[in-house]
């Protein structure tokens, strides 16, 4: 088991049509989004026109969670749906798909092999969660979005403050006790490989 904590000085940012981006892991460490050659890439994005158009990724599983604000995703001779804070949608990245509303969102893309699956999880004060995890997986990368998180390994704890990342390869422990001083949010990131 290995953990990295990753902070606001290690993740790049950038401008979209509709807002900015912020990259906040891709793997392998040597891809590149621009070359589309990940094998899965998390971000967080702000969208802040009413309307925009998402980029079309062929090849690409994408998973969208609403951190701030609300969205109505509509892909084209799919589906559309309202999201609104902590809820999430899936979808092809080739589909053609335009959002209505402004928002923080939190993003997974997987390619290949990689799969992947976003949830929210949240945590009051001055209580304690037993985080379960649903199956075995490659990584588990927790993204604190509002509050603060304590991760207790039973061998080892670690401290996140808002808008960090936690990533644990190889997680051995089926378990993880999270705590917080203050209600924290949460996006929590599975990967399997």
């Known amino acids: 088991m ?5 902070k606001a000085e290690d993740f790049k940012t950038t401008k979209w ?14 891809a590149n989004y621009a070359s589309r050659n990940f094998d899965f890439r998390i971000s967080s994005a702000t ?13 690409v599983s ?24 902590r809820e999430i949608d899936c979808f092809d990245g080739s589909w053609e ?21 976003i949830s929210s999880v949240f945590v009051s004060a001055d209580e304690s969660l037993n985080f379960q995890m649903d199956a075995p997986c490659e990584l588990l990368i927790f993204y604190v979005y509002e509050g603060k998180l304590q991760v207790d390994f039973s061998s080892e704890k670690r401290n996140l403050n808002q808008g960090e990342l936690l990533v644990i390869r190889h997680p051995i422990n089926k378990v993880v006790k999270l705590q917080s001083p203050e209600d924290c949010a949460m996006a929590v990131v599975h990967i399997y490989k």
């Open 47 to 59: 969208v802040e026109i009413e309307k925009s158009d998402f980029t079309i990724l062929p090849g």
């Open 17 to 30: 049509s509709g807002g900015s981006t912020t990259e906040l892991f891709i793997y392998p460490s040597t």
């Open 2 to 6: 290995n953990i990295d904590i990753y």
């Open 97 to 117: 798909t335009s959002a209505v509303g402004t928002c923080v969102d939190f993003n997974l893309m997987t390619k290949g092999n990689t799969e992947g699956k």
């Open 62 to 85: 994408r998973q969208l969670m609403v951190l701030k604000g609300s969205l109505i995703l509509s892909h084209k001779n799919h589906h559309e749906v309202q999201l609104n804070k």
